[in-house]
């Protein structure tokens, strides 16, 4: 059992847990995830590490009401227990060796919850970071001061232009491109698309990049088969061998064709849940 501490919406369907968790807090490390169970007799689910306090014993997640689980996780408040909390697992996110390197770091929606701590260990490593952050609206936006403590840069990108400037997160990094700056890599996480585009542009600079591969983690063991995904030609599982991953080297377009067959089956599943709090 892992008891809430603190509950806070940051949106009607964006959500930050902070959880007792010591065992956790203490082995986690930017880009791991925690498998969760809301009850006894619900689901598994893969949520990533956004933030551990190690002293407190805190492990943060924030996550998108997009399914019965995540639903019935949203329900619970400070003080209630969620029945499983098992972690941290997965690869860590590989750092530079030497420091001084210059990193942009991209994320996109929900991914931004990933990309903090792994910007942030950059920083205290003495290396010199970037970020670029992506949403649909200014009402989405999560984590920007959070960000802007940990990078010599912050851009803000938004669709419509409600908040920062109005564009992509590849506009934003090709604009900092373009204007001299001289990356000696990327860190892009978020929506599959973003990932993708990321890659396509930063490939046209001979820029080495990294995605994570979170979001098509489903089990978080490699038992279900359905993160399979293909990097460089081989069959790769975005749960134990990742989630990070070449991104040059990620076979995008197979990601979200696989993605993409459980949409329907995660639609049921959410409309049965809310038929049952009628």
Request: glycine share 12%; charged share 25%.
């Amino acid at each position: 059992m892992a008891l809430i501490v603190r509950r806070e919406a940051l949106h009607p369907t964006l959500t930050r847990l902070d959880v007792l968790a010591p065992l956790v807090a203490g082995r986690a490390e930017p880009g791991q995830f925690i498998i969760l169970r809301v009850d006894e007799e619900g689901e598994r689910i893969p949520l990533t590490v956004a933030d551990f306090d190690r002293e407190k014993g805190i492990v943060t997640i924030i996550f998108q009401i997009v399914g019965a689980t995540t639903a019935k996780l949203n329900r619970l408040s400070e003080g209630d227990e969620i029945r499983d909390f098992v972690g941290p697992l997965g690869q860590a996110t590989e750092t530079p060796d030497e420091p001084g390197k210059k990193t942009a770091v991209i994320g996109g929606g929900l991914g931004c919850a990933i990309a903090y701590p792994i910007a942030r260990k950059l920083w205290q490593e003495g290396g010199e970071v970037h970020t670029i952050l992506g949403f649909r609206d200014r009402s989405l936006v999560i984590l920007e001061d959070e960000f802007k403590s940990v990078s010599g840069k912050t851009v803000l990108m938004t669709d419509d232009g409600s908040y920062g400037q109005k564009g992509l997160v590849t506009d934003g990094l090709r604009q900092l491109i373009d204007g001299g700056c001289q990356y000696d890599g990327v860190i892009a996480i978020g929506p599959l698309i973003m990932m993708k585009f990321v890659c396509q542009l930063t490939k046209e600079y001979g820029i080495k990049t990294l995605v994570s591969m979170n979001p098509i983690m489903i089990d978080g063991t490699g038992m279900c088969g359905c993160c399979r995904l293909t990097v460089g030609g081989k069959t790769r599982f975005a749960c134990v061998d990742g989630p990070d991953f070449d991104g040059h080297e990620v076979d995008f377009d197979e990601a979200m064709a696989r993605s993409a067959m459980y949409r329907p089956f995660e639609a049921r599943r959410r409309e049965a849940e809310c038929v049952l709090l009628r």
